[in-house]
Every structure is written in structure tokens, then in C-alpha cells.
């Protein structure tokens, strides 16, 4: 089975609107934490944000937020008021375990956003 | 404070040469990975080091791939008698001793195998 999943290939946003862009991942850890990552067309990976699975609040970064459904197995980003500089591709991540253990990340196949003026 | 540098960024080899990867950590970082990222897919662990120290190589290929972090000096990637499936771009990352865990990528070496 797939650690992480995202489903949307592709997703087109208008300029200053909201996006949301999903995840669903599987562990039976309780530990872990999940992060998304931005991959602009220059190729390099952009830590965005970051959520333990003891959090009890959805994490926050400017203008990423992250909604954080525990039950639902789900870490969907949103990104609001969205910005030309957003197309990129955008990776969820997770990491079993907590931070003492072997801490690989595990990625998803990626959504490539797409912002449009 | 730089980040995690990788060099080269481009890498040309023939089938059967050895591909020498490169990754320096950013500072005070004592943890690197390595992953490998194929065409419009997404990143794929390959091992995990400390100083001196493979902790977790479940990722990489048993034949013609290694690693190392050494005392001193950066990570090395090898891969031995290249083929075109390796073909890929290899990100390293690093992340510190404490903290939640987070990576921090390197720009990646994207090599190709003619």
C-alpha cells in the first residue's frame, strides 16, 4: 500500500484565490510527521510545512496552512491568496517514528499546481 | 548560513563509467540522505547517514550503489558502472540533530547516462 497518496495530477488555481491540495496517508505509528514540499520548475525542494501527529493544532506558515484531519488519515495543504510564483509541483511527505528513529521521508507522486492570472 | 550544496549539478556519463555524487550538509547538520527523483515522479529514499555511519541503506540497490559521510569532507553517492536506468535527479538533504525532524534539500544532481 501507498504510504502517501495524492490524487490530483494536476490543479489549475486563479490568481489570489484559495487552493487545496490533497493527502491521504497510511502508518499504523502512532508517531509521525508529515511535511509538503514545493518543486518549482528549477528543481529544487522547498520545505513548506511541517505537522507532528501529537499537534493538536493545524499547522500555519504565511500563507500555507495545513488541515490536519487525524481520523480521515488526511494533511491536505491550502494555500491562500495564491501568487503566480505557486505553480510549482507540490509533494506531501511523511516520516514513521518519531525524530529519534530512522527518519527517511516518504513522498507522494505529487500535484503540479498551476496559477493562472 | 549556506544550505545543503550539492555538486555537480549536472553529471554526463557513458554506460559502464562511475557517477561520484557530492553533498555538503548545512552547518551543524549531522544527518544526510540521499533520494532519487525519476522523471515526473516522487522523490524515493535511498540511504541515510551520520558522520561515519550508514544507519538505514534500505533504499539503495545492493549492486554498483554506495555511500558514505567521512569524518570530514561531504557525502558521497557513488554509482559503478553506470546504466541508463539510473538516470534520475539525486537530491540530498540534511536535517539537524534536534528538532521535528524536517529536511532540507540540496538543489540535486541531475545525471544522465548516454
Known amino acids: 500500500a501507498q504510504k502517501i497518496t495524492q490524487t490530483q495530477p494536476g490543479m489549475f488555481v486563479q490568481e489570489k484565490e484559495a487552493v487545496t491540495l490533497d493527502c491521504t496517508y497510511d502508518t499504523s505509528d502512532p508517531s509521525y510527521g508529515l511535511f509538503w514540499y514545493k518543486q518549482p520548475s528549477s528543481g529544487e525542494m522547498i520545505f513548506l510545512i511541517y505537522q507532528g501527529s501529537y499537534d493538536q493544532q493545524n499547522a500555519t506558515e504565511g500563507r500555507y496552512s495545513l488541515n490536519f484531519q487525524k481520523a480521515r488519515k488526511s494533511a491536505n495543504l491550502v494555500i491562500s491568496a495564491s501568487q503566480l510564483g505557486d505553480s510549482a509541483m507540490y509533494f506531501c511527505?511523511?516520516?514513521?517514528?518519531?525524530?529519534?528513529?530512522?527518519?527517511?521521508?516518504?513522498f507522494g507522486t505529487g500535484t503540479r499546481l498551476t496559477v493562472i492570472p | 548560513n549556506a544550505g545543503v550544496m550539492q555538486n555537480p549539478r549536472h553529471l554526463v556519463r557513458r554506460r559502464g563509467q562511475e557517477a561520484r555524487l557530492r553533498c555538503s550538509p548545512m552547518k551543524g547538520h549531522s544527518h544526510v540522505y540521499w533520494y532519487r527523483q525519476l522523471p515526473e515522479e516522487g522523490l524515493k529514499f535511498m540511504v541515510y547517514l551520520q558522520k561515519e555511519n550508514i544507519i538505514d541503506e534500505s533504499g539503495m540497490p545492493k549492486e554498483r550503489f554506495s555511500a558514505e559521510f567521512p569524518k570530514e569532507g561531504p557525502s558521497i553517492l557513488r554509482i559503478q558502472q553506470v546504466v541508463r536506468g539510473d538516470s534520475a535527479a539525486y537530491f540530498c538533504?540534511?536535517?539537524?540533530?534536534?528538532?521535528?525532524?524536517?529536511?532540507?534539500f540540496g538543489p540535486g544532481t541531475r545525471l544522465t547516462v548516454l
Open positions: 511527505a511523511m516520516r514513521e517514528g518519531d525524530r529519534t528513529g530512522a527518519n527517511n521521508l516518504f
Open positions: 538533504a540534511s536535517s539537524p540533530p534536534v528538532g521535528a525532524g524536517e529536511q532540507f
